[in-house]
């Protein structure tokens, strides 16, 4: 069973970038779909982006598509989204998320193994 660990949240200007790592522990991502999503206080969590088994696929919230891109190193095991043109409703703690039985959908109830999380704040 993988383990997964967020890193590179923290605090950022609106139109500003940051760059969220998940790496991966106990097993290749090329056997699992992943997925980020993100938890702002008050608030569900929500999907932001997933990618596919293959790595061919991928899929965005309607709020985030044409800012967020997420993609794979498969070498280095690890999961990325890069954030682009970040704006205060950005703001939450985002989660990567791994689904181990190839799943269709974005909820978050398709994903079985998640991370810690780490806090992503865009100032206005």
């Known amino acids: 069973q993988v383990q997964l660990v967020e890193s590179g949240g923290g605090l950022v200007q609106t139109g500003g970038s940051l760059r969220l790592s998940c790496e991966a522990s106990g097993r290749t991502i090329r056997t699992y779909r992943m997925g980020w999503f993100r938890q702002a206080p008050g608030k569900e969590r929500e999907f932001v982006a997933r990618?596919?088994?293959?790595?061919?696929?991928?899929y965005y919230a309607d709020s985030v598509k044409g800012r967020f891109t997420i993609s794979r190193d498969i070498a280095k095991n690890t999961v990325y989204l890069q954030m682009n043109n970040l704006q205060p409703g950005d703001t939450a703690v985002y989660f990567c998320?791994?689904?181990?039985?190839?799943?269709?959908?974005?909820?978050?109830?398709?994903?079985?193994?998640w991370g810690q999380g780490t806090q992503v704040t865009v100032s206005s």
């Open positions: 998320a791994a689904d181990q039985w190839d799943r269709v959908g974005s909820s978050s109830d398709r994903f079985d193994l």
């Open positions: 990618i596919s088994k293959t790595g061919i696929s991928t």
